[in-house]
């Protein structure tokens, strides 16, 4: 069985200026909606007091919500964990309460009128933690670029360093873009699926990379364009890039549907960052090695003396 | 040319036969247990306690499954936990109060892997339930704390050198001793500077000011703030040993926070209570000049003192006026236990070491007939537990508190003086409670994610390339062995995010394999004979497979080293599991490949599915 038959190299290169101007589009829409409406942030960035209850029987959203309001602690959430016996319930944090307090009140609260619940989770964060994180976040972010583009540059060239951050860059924008359109919590581990997918995706440009050097190494390529190399390197790799990410998806949407609302927000942000990750490396790393001017010296010069070496 | 040395095949076996030990451990579960061990320093752990534990046992007609003894706890492993609560009870009635009886579960690792250093990984909170604080110090406090008791100390010592000193105060974060004249501030100074060495002392001597003040250096600042944090981990210890926790983890984290974590914990109301309490004893004088009092409840309270209840037998409050000097603290007490008075009212009765009871003698010796309060200090604000005259000087050390209190109060507040004062009052900046089915469900949830992941990979795999699908499956299986292996060996603590990287590790490691059977495919396609398509296709692939590793090990790394808590159970176990599928991809899966086809005689094929060749390539 043999899944992809291409008869000849698809001619990406030239579809080039529209694969990028979608990418422009996509990309600026995203950051329209991280701009205008803004992540939704987990409980470990904004600090607050999160419960995670199960009742013994069903239970109606609004009633729980009702008997949180009634405390009048603020801006309280309470929102379904996927089951109508599952409930989250959210509160900001309140000076004059500890955390310990604040939780046991709510628990007693809804004790009272519905005996069958059970406090299964509470989750406390202080505001100055927060902030914490998400200086940390990044700073992991800003190294992982740097770090990658320094390997990159070393390994091949500046100018492959550069699209595959740039297109990576894309991706996970991209993937930020859904979390704020959606208003999906952003939390730590998803922060962690984040960078993860910037990890992994850059190994997929990589992958197109090392065919293109190769290609420009080889003698029967001698004759043929840029982007005639760039083609025969997509196409060649083609068919790995889709089972490999088809693989890792596999097991990510085993995460998403047996991984419960614990593992959701990680499944879910590796599935948009695999997707996009294909046609990011693809479709936007290629075309920007092209902009950048790539060409036969730049991969040769380096070839040499470590054939050199070698010898 | 596709054969491998034999070493390279024993290694291979090795590698595996030791991954396979050491992950087995991971396989026999849990048995709920019971744990002694010392609460005091004076108790020891020893076989007299284990004889007594087991005498308790057996008094109750049970009989353990296993008796494990390590030197510092001895562990009574159970059939359920039924028996294993009513042994706790039992064992706890036989040996009272000097020993720590907690509810634990135990590994039932056979003893023949556990003499191997085989152990199981440890699971994190989010998988096996409890409760997890990180607790910040309030250093500001620790400074003021100190600051309050170093005037203290300087108003002992110059009332015993009799020398003349005008208001001793705080000001900001110094301590300034106010003096008549120069003359004095001559003669103070150098007994202030032997009393306090590691301070800052400066005489100031001016036409209508002349003082001294102290004021702590950058040094002994920064000496402060680790040994306050230093003593309220003693501290958090001394009252995570009072819940009866059988494996805390008290550690400090940064500068000035502290992680608690207590697995198992079921009542955690009760653990948040008496860990976040900061209560401590501080005993100061009381004015009872009527007209201060008048002043001070119109609302002018005079300085160096403050205004307190005093709540009666009769419940009612009694306003008083304290001096705001504290003569003792609890950081003097050796021990306080919960009892009754004479009258049979429930009261504390207290024992202070030799320093605290040469001062309370001083104390009561000086102030016969006159009040003092025993003041209870819990997150800054004072409650005076009691008020009594002074009738005569009190020696011994011995000192009984009673005041309105009913039995649990007493036991509360000598479980509080008992484990010891925090140095600085803490707060709570993160907390997370685990229930324990949750937490069961979380290793369920993660183990079928991991599971129906690794299925759906494999039929595929071996549906697409076949014999070669085979060898990337066992790899991938390998792979699996090695990082659990591995990660058991490490003894890294497994969480719920740790779990999604391995699912999310397989899914990544089968890039490679990919990698290796596409180009293999290619060789062939290319006219290579079956031999030379596995030595190129192997030879290519290396070299992709080593860049995205590296490029993956970077972001790994980045989350390594910046990531908290979840993150970096995450982060291990990726960047653990990247070197294992490197080494399995490579290593393994060629010396497989190798195996099934490397000996034959004449290899004229490969089974890796279908190859499509175009027509162009064909002609």
Redesign the interface.
Known sequence: MELFRIKHDIPFMSYGRLTTAISLVTFIVAVFFLIFKGLNFGVEFTGGTVMELRYAQAIELGQVRTKVDALKYGEAQVQSLGTTTDVMVRLPNIKAKTSAQLSNEVLDTLKKDRADVELRKVEFIGPSVGDELVSHGLTALALVCLGIIVYLAIRFEWRFAVSAIIANMHDVVIILGFFAFFQWEFTLTVLAAVLAVLGYSVNESVVVFDRIRENFRKPQMRGKSVPEIIDNAITATMSRTIITHGSTELMVLSMLVFGGPALHGFATALTIGILFGIYSSVLVASPLLLMLDVSRENMLKPVKVKEEAVV | MNRYPLWKYLLIAAMLFAALLYTLPNLFGESPAVQVSSARTTAKVDQALQDRALAAVKTVGLTPEDVLFDGNSVKLRFKDTDAQLKAKDAIQAAVGDDFVVALNLLPQTPSWLTKLGGKPMFLGL?LRGGVHF?L?VDMKAAVDKSLEKTAGDIRRDLKDKKIRYGKVERVRDTVEVQMRDAETVDVASPIVRKLLPQLQVLDVKEANDNKIVISFTQPALQQLKSDAVKQNITTLHNRVNELGVAEPIIQQQGEGRIVVELPGIQD??KA??IL?RTATLEVRMVEDDQSKLTDALNGNVPDGFELMNDRGHDGQNRPILVRKEVELTGDNINGAQAGFDDHNQPAVHIDLDSTGAEIFRQLTHDNVHKRMAMILVEKGKGEVVTAPTINSEIGGGRVQITGAMTVADANDTALLLRAGSLAAPM?????????P??GK??IS??F???L???L??SI??V??YRVFGIVSTLSLAANLLLLIGGLSILGVTLT??GI?AI??T???A??SN??IN?RVR?ELRNGMTANMAIVNGYK?AL??IL?????????????L???????RG??WV?CMGIVTSFISAVFISRGLVNLIYGYRRRLTSLSI????V???KKA
């Open positions: 989010d990180l910040e955690t109301a948040k209570d976040g707060n709570i900046v993160e907390e997370r409670t685990i229930g089915s949750l469900e979380n949830k993660g079928h994610s991991t129906w992941g690794f759906a990979v595929f795999m549906i697409y719920l995010p999604a699912a999310l397989l899914g990544m089968i890039d990919v990698l596409e290619e290519h070299d992709t860049d995205s590793n590296v490029t993956t090990l970077i972001a790994g790394l980045a989350l080293i910046f990531g908290s808590g979840a993150v995450f982060a990726h599915g279908q190859i499509w175009p027509d162009s």
